[in-house]
């Protein structure tokens, strides 16, 4: 007799995409989430969920990042791939980017109720996911090595 089939590694999995967006000036975007989302309260970045075939991850990324905060944003380069091991509920895979943007002219969404744009002297300050604090090293690194050229 065979054994019973657990169910959950057969279920669709979740892409997340998120991005340390990265202004003309080297800081950092951070969200707070607002009290009517899950975990409220939470220092984030912004992004979310991949909605499928018919767009690229890319793609899905670069509409997140619209829709919560208003921003175009370019040169995303991807940074990590971490799957969400502590969700017991869906398989989630969350994709890091660092991005760059033209603008520091925010349009919060609903989800997050604050936004600010912190150095690499600031960032400390602020409790953050541990899948975001890789993602920012490296935005760092990037910073640090890196010109932008805004055309």
Not at 36 to 43: K, N
Not at 75 to 96: F, G, H, K, M, Y
Not at 131 to 139: G, K, M, N, S
């Amino acid at each position: 007799m065979s054994k019973p089939v657990d169910q959950r590694y057969y279920a669709t999995l979740a892409i997340v995409c998120h991005a340390a967006v990265i202004a003309p000036d080297n800081s950092i975007l951070l969200l707070r989430r607002s009290q009517s989302v899950v975990r409220p309260g939470v220092w984030d970045l912004p992004g979310g969920m991949w909605e499928g075939p018919l767009e690229s991850l890319q793609e899905g990324l670069l509409r997140e990042v619209k829709e919560e905060v208003g921003l175009t944003i370019f040169d995303c380069q991807l940074t990590q791939a971490v799957p969400d091991l502590e969700n017991t509920i869906e398989n989630r895979l969350w994709l890091s980017y660092t991005a760059r943007c033209r603008s520091k002219q925010v349009t919060l969404s609903e989800e997050h109720d604050d936004y600010i744009w912190v150095t690499r002297e600031t960032l400390a300050n602020y409790s953050l996911p541990h899948v975001w604090q890789i993602t920012l090293r490296i935005a760092l690194d990037l910073m640090k090595y890196q010109t932008m050229s805004v055309k």
